[in-house]
C-alpha cells in the first residue's frame, strides 16, 4: 500500500482514536458530545480517505498509515 500524504481534521483524528479503542459510534458521539449522524459522518470521510471498505479495515491502514501511533496496540 501506498503511503500518500492524508490530510484528516482534528475531529476526524478523535474519531478515527476513539474508534480504535473499541468504542461505537454511539460511543464516540458521547465521549466527543457531538450527535451519532455527525460520528458517522467522519466515519464515512475515514474510510474514503484511507480507501477502506469497513471500520476493521480503516484501523488497520490507520497503523499502516501512521495516522495512529504504534504504542497503541
Do not use: W
Request: aromatic share 6%.
Amino acid at each position: 500500500m501506498s503511503n500518500p500524504k492524508i490530510e484528516l481534521s482534528a475531529r476526524e483524528l478523535e474519531v478515527l482514536n476513539l474508534l480504535s479503542l473499541g468504542f461505537s459510534s454511539k460511543e464516540v458521539a458521547e465521549k466527543l458530545f457531538i450527535s451519532p449522524n455527525t460520528v458517522e459522518y467522519h466515519r464515512k470521510q475515514l474510510l474514503r480517505k484511507t480507501n477502506s471498505r469497513n471500520a476493521a479495515e480503516l484501523i488497520g491502514n490507520a497503523f499502516r498509515m501512521r495516522l495512529l501511533p504504534l504504542d497503541m496496540v
